[in-house]
């Protein structure tokens, strides 16, 4: 497995105070074999001379500048269009790994014979007295587990190529969050991920104020469209599975 190149896709927008930190976790990896593609997507602060500062530290990371905002769903599809890994794997400019967190899911993936790891998180708040939480997820899920809950969060997850192809965001209406939700149930519905789950948590998930998954009735809203539009469901198999969203993000949110 240690051949293996992993392609990591973080997308970054006015991300200037932040990227340096997750830059950092990902050049202090144990696993070695990744390559860094930093998509700059159109930023008004220094985010761009940020980025190619660190590009110049390690040659395993690539900037693309975007002249413009593309929106987190085009500027990933770009990164993922360009990657050259055997693995993709995703993190956020405001996320950062612990160091074993590549190597863990790659032993996990050869033991397992798994084509997606995920796993646990911590919860990063600055402005809370406790300021980190870590968050337990469903293991090993498959498509029903996702229609009740997104149980992958963007920054701990990673996917074999050769066996799932290189899968693209779909567009989602602007009135919409949760892109990533929508992403992982259209992979699930090819019916080829076979999952496994870090227990450990391998992630620091910055919880930012004001964030657009902060509001929870925009939240909820996505959610509830995201079964009905993406998925096909009728109402009353959505309403069945919102009941186990609305326990799950309940139990997540007691500490924001």
């Known amino acids: 497995m240690k051949n293996q190149l992993i392609s990591i896709i973080m997308p970054c927008y006015n991300a200037a105070a932040t990227l340096e930190q997750s830059v950092n976790s990902i050049i202090g990896q144990l696993w070695t074999n990744w390559e860094l593609l930093i998509l700059e ?19 395993r990371i690539k ?15 770009i990164g993922i269009r360009l990657a050259k890994g055997d693995w993709i794997a995703f993190c956020d400019a405001d996320d950062w790994w612990v160091p074993q967190k590549l190597e863990w899911q ?25 300021h980190q939480k870590e968050i337990q997820l469903l293991p090993d899920v498959c498509y029903s587990d996702m229609l009740k809950t997104n149980a992958i969060p963007m920054s701990t997850a990673i996917y074999r190529v050769n066996s799932l192809g290189k899968h ?52 909820a809203k ?25 326990f799950t993000a309940v139990k997540k949110r007691l500490f924001v």
Not at 41 to 59: C, H, P, Y
Request: net charge positive; proline share 4%.
């Open 41 to 59: 997507d159109g930023s008004a602060d220094n985010t761009k001379e940020v980025a190619s500062r660190l590009a110049v530290s390690d040659s």
């Open 168 to 219: 693209y965001f779909n567009p989602v209406s602007k009135k919409l969050i949760h892109e990533d939700y929508a992403y992982w149930l259209q992979l699930f519905k090819k019916g080829k991920v076979q999952s496994a789950y870090v227990k450990k948590p391998t992630t620091f998930i910055r919880l930012l104020p004001n964030s657009r998954s902060g509001n929870l009735f925009r939240a």
């Open 106 to 130: 790659m032993a996990l993936a050869e033991q397992k014979k798994a084509n997606l790891l995920y796993s646990a998180v911590y919860y990063y708040k600055e402005t809370s007295s406790v």
């Open 63 to 77: 900037v693309i500048n975007s002249p413009l905002n593309r929106g987190v769903v085009r500027i990933r599809n």
């Open 222 to 246: 996505s959610h509830v469209l995201i079964l009905r539009n993406e998925c096909g469901l009728p109402y009353h198999r959505i309403a069945y599975n919102f009941v186990f969203y609305v």
